[in-house]
């Protein structure tokens, strides 16, 4: 019994020691593990940004579609969390925009991003508006989808839905 261990002993050793050596060879030519790796993955507020900008504009789109007194730069920026002193324009939003929700879903292999909004065109003559649905749909890559969001279309295999929410100014 003691001859194997003896025996398996230098086995593990002889890994470790490999593995030593490739670290450190990764070193001297400029790779470290965690270097590369965050080359692979870089921080997940870039890939919210960039799908948080897509959907902000999509949206302050159809808002002034919806009531052209609506300027959709001027909404992009306060659905960005960029116009804290665009209080009018936070008030028509709250006014007109009702619901909207992101949507993540993969297809046939590949991703897509989907955006939907509903929203109530200025009320006329006493009566209820008529509400419209606005929805648009983008392939996105892979690794533009949120980390987050990545484990949970991993983990349940359906598509994630999240809700979308004016921020505060």
């Keep these: 019994m003691a001859e194997r261990v003896s025996q398996e002993q230098p086995q ?34 870039t890939f919210k940004a960039y799908v948080d900008a897509w959907v902000s504009e999509r949206i302050a789109t159809w808002l002034h579609q919806t009531r052209a007194e609506i300027n959709p730069e001027d909404a ?18 709250y006014e007109t925009l009702i ?28 009566r209820q508006p008529h509400i419209l649905r606005w929805r648009a749909e983008r392939e996105i890559a892979w690794h533009d989808i949120p980390n987050d969001v990545r484990e949970r279309l991993i983990r349940l295999r359906e598509p994630v839905t999240l809700g979308y929410n004016v921020p505060q100014g």
């Design 12 to 45: 593990g050793c002889l890994i470790s020691l490999i593995n030593f050596l490739v670290r450190g060879l990764m070193r001297l030519f400029g790779m470290s593990v965690r270097g590369v790796r965050a080359t692979v993955m870089p921080p997940d507020e």
């Design 99 to 126: 619901d909207a929700k992101v949507t993540f879903s993969q297809r046939d292999g590949k991703q897509y991003l989907e955006v939907e909004a509903y929203m109530a065109p200025r009320q006329q003559n006493g």
């Design 76 to 93: 992009a920026k306060v659905l960005n969390g960029e116009g804290a002193h665009l209080h009018d324009v936070r008030r028509l939003i």
